[in-house]
């Protein structure tokens, strides 16, 4: 067990260092996001009192598609000079590299939301009367569901030749549940704080489906790389 | 059954049960008709849009029984690693999204007239449309560029991932719908069939239910056997090549 989580470490700081160097991954998904909160400024008038209700979904937009970039890339990389065989062959688990790569992963997106998010506020003038604790756990559990399932995707769909279109369309369907409750417990912590306890139930939610789902893909990542 | 005990190694031949189950399915699916559009009366509010509703709800039985029939057949490849699991997972895979497109073609045809909509974001409707598109990425999954052995584990891994979401997908929307939406339309077509169905009209459909299940047996039995032909096709023309080079 310990082991398992030594190699993970080692894994997520392998990936966190050869970003520090590079900074190629969260460069991209920050400038992505940029650009989605530009488009989206276009879309929808900023100074109109009507966008406050998009904003729950925006954020959760970014989130969804600079990830994506991100996930995209983060066993491709590992195909390059056989590194996912070495790791393979290594006498690790094979659940302490889907684990390794959640946490790196993980951290990646939480970087881009921290900036991305304060600037999207920016930018739309919203002014936050929300509950700041919930939201960020909010944040944090919805995050993190989707990471975990879309790592598990990744390191499936990088064994395709047309990996960067085969993800999302593996992962969209799966994750909806996780969306639909995050989208809908952010709208209620950022402008509808009366019916604050149904926002508690929908965070329930998030914790079942994270449970859930980690437990299950921690599992069966062992067949995923399996040579 | 004979079906899951060959090893795939000789040639296929269609077996006596293939045979009857056809040929019962063809004297079952004019029945139904017959029921569906004359035995049974016209419904009296929707008229004889309502006549549909027979064969949506088999249909929509027909496409979760088939998708269960992948989840089993996915656990018992990761547990066995037989080809031939991962062969009927594959086939009811795709016969459950042919049955979930009749369902969701039937259903906005008839919602058109009931709800005068094509479409609601229903909690029933939105986890179908989840549920299909969850099942082509399945079928997608089967499309890939690998050998067959890398192939049959990632769709069972996603089979089996994608089954465990259908609950949640359900329930996560029906808690989305009764907390924060009223619900506009009623209880959505699908679930008519509890109480107040003339008997006439619950006989034909537990009828049509029935066919379309035969209907369903009779295509995964084709399938399955298209696809041994597949395979076999494949294996000789590997050894023809061995003989040319050797």
């Known amino acids: 067990m310990n082991n398992l989580f030594r190699a993970a470490f080692i894994i997520a700081g ?24 530009v488009t989206f400024s276009f879309a929808f008038d900023p100074s109109n009192n009507a966008v406050r209700a998009i904003i729950p979904g925006l954020i959760w937009v970014i989130t969804i598609f600079s990830a994506i970039l991100g996930l995209n890339r983060s066993f491709l990389s590992e195909t390059k000079n056989d590194n996912l065989y070495g790791m393979i062959v290594s006498p690790t ?33 919203f002014r936050f009367f929300g509950h700041l604790p919930l939201f960020i756990i909010v944040v944090v559990l919805g995050t993190f569901g989707f990471i975990s399932v879309g790592t598990f995707l990744a390191g499936l769909a990088a064994n395709s030749k047309s990996s960067e279109m085969l993800l999302p369309i593996l992962l969209f369907p799966i994750v909806s549940p996780i969306i639909i409750a995050a989208v809908q417990a952010t709208k209620i912590l950022l402008i509808d704080l009366e019916q604050i306890s149904s926002a508690i139930s929908w965070m329930q939610l998030m914790g079942a489906y994270n449970l859930i789902f980690f437990v299950l893909c921690f599992i069966l990542f062992e067949y995923v790389l399996e040579v | 059954m004979k079906l899951i005990n060959d090893d795939l190694t000789a040639i296929p031949e269609e077996t006596l049960l293939h045979r009857i189950l056809f040929y019962l399915s063809i004297p079952m699916m004019l029945t139904a008709l017959y029921l569906a559009f004359i035995y049974t009366p016209v419904e009296r509010v929707m008229g004889v849009v309502q006549k549909i509703f027979y064969f949506h709800v088999a249909s929509a039985w027909v496409a979760f029984f088939a998708f269960f029939i992948v989840a089993v057949f996915s656990i018992m490849y990761l547990v066995k690693r037989k080809r031939i699991y991962d062969v009927i997972a594959g086939i009811s895979a795709e016969i459950g999204v042919v049955y ?117 047996f009779v295509l995964l039995q084709k399938g399955v056997y298209i696809e041994r032909l597949k395979i076999q096709a494949e294996r000789l023309k590997e050894k023809f090549q061995e003989k040319l080079a050797g």
């Open chain 2, 100 to 216: 979930t497109a009749i369902v969701l073609t039937t259903g906005p045809i008839w919602g058109r007239s009931a709800w005068n909509a094509w479409w609601s974001w229903e909690p029933r409707l939105t986890t179908t449309l989840i549920l299909f598109f969850m099942y082509i990425a399945y079928i997608m999954i089967r499309h890939m560029d690998v050998a067959w052995e890398k192939k049959a584990r990632f769709a069972s891994v996603f089979g089996i991932i994608s089954f465990i979401n259908v609950p949640i997908v359900f329930m996560s929307i029906r808690w989305w719908n009764s907390t924060l939406h009223p619900v506009v339309l009623g209880e959505g077509g699908v679930n008519e069939s509890g109480g107040g169905l003339e008997p006439s009209m619950l006989f034909a459909l537990i009828f049509t239910v029935f066919t379309m299940t035969i209907l369903y």
């Open chain 1, 93 to 125: 688990d094979p659940s302490s590299i889907y684990l390794g790569k959640v946490i790196g992963n993980f951290i990646f997106v939480l970087i881009v939301q921290l900036i991305s998010i304060p600037v999207l506020f920016l930018l739309f003038d």
């Open chain 1, 14 to 37: 392998k990936d966190l260092y050869s970003e520090w160097k590079t900074k190629q991954v969260v460069t991209t998904m920050l400038i992505f996001s940029g650009l989605v909160i």
